[in-house]
């Protein structure tokens, strides 16, 4: 599915609405897999047969390639990130806010299996796959526990925020880099955002500090109409605000913002302006 991020390169799209879109939709599904059985094909007619070759069993084939295309889309989904499950029918995008994107359990554990594994099989050890299919298990209950903390501090979260009398449209309780047990939280409502954090040690903890969206800002309003970027940048946006740093406007996204925490001048602006996450709204 990661082919699209080559589709800027030979089609009139935008890398930040067309990655994690179409092609990681379930109508690609099929397709990318039954292009894995054509390769396999290609590979099968051009490759010198050995005496104990299987005969080419392309049904097989587009079940087991379908299975490992589909484990693309659900790793991704795990992530805040997001994929847009349905499109290009539907650009709704969904993400599970469970896993950060990339996690270092996930990496000890695919290793632990696979060297252990391979550790057997040079060995010559009966049911070399043990390991593997172990370290598979382990993380597939870690997953579970992802999902389910995540979910559990989005409804806390939510229910926290009613009882200020503010209804919450979206809360996304997210992982940091290395701590998985901890959560950032960002949540918003019809007109404000805001965020905050939860540990098990603390709880959830909702930061003071409320925010207006400004999505009627009358720079976005003038950039949605003259910049595809900006339009591309709204169609992948689930958290879309407006925020001004140093007198400046910039269109961002409440799950990879954080310049307004620190100072925004010289190196930082320059920065900011080659962001795809932090797009200036004017010329300055």
């Known amino acids: 599915p990661d082919i699209d991020v080559f589709a800027p390169l030979v089609l009139p799209v935008d890398g930040i609405a067309f990655h994690r879109g179409p092609l990681h939709a379930v109508f690609a599904w099929p397709v990318l897999a039954a292009g894995i059985v054509a390769i396999l094909w290609l590979v099968d007619r051009f490759k010198m047969r050995g005496p104990d070759a299987l005969p080419f069993r392309a049904g097989a084939l587009f079940v087991v390639a379908l299975l490992g295309v589909l484990t693309h889309p659900f790793l991704d989904w795990l992530t805040t990130y997001a994929i847009a499950l349905f499109a290009p029918a539907d650009w709704h995008w969904y993400s599970g806010n469970a896993i950060f994107i990339v996690d270092w359990v996930y990496w000890l554990l695919m290793i632990s299996g696979i060297v252990l594994s391979a550790r057997r099989w040079r060995k010559h050890l009966p049911d070399a796959a043990h390991p593997a299919r172990i370290a598979g298990l382990l993380m597939l209950g870690y997953i579970g526990f992802n999902l389910g903390l995540s979910a559990w501090v989005q409804r806390a979260t939510a229910a926290e925020l009613r009882g200020q009398g503010i209804e919450p449209e979206l809360v996304v309780a997210g992982p940091p880099p290395l701590a998985f047990w901890n959560r950032n939280i960002e949540w918003r409502s019809a007109r404000q955002f805001g965020g905050g954090s939860f540990t098990p040690a603390e709880g959830v903890r909702l930061d003071p500090a409320i925010q207006p969206i400004r999505l009627d800002d009358p720079q976005l309003v003038l950039a949605e109409r003259t910049q595809r970027y900006v339009r591309s940048f709204l169609v992948w946006s689930r958290m ?16 990879f913002y954080n310049a307004a925490k620190s100072p925004f001048t010289g190196t930082m602006r320059r920065m900011a302006r080659r962001s795809s996450f932090l797009i200036p709204l004017d010329n300055r």
């Open 240 to 255: 879309p605000i407006v925020v001004r740093i140093g007198g400046q406007a910039f269109l961002t996204d409440q799950r």
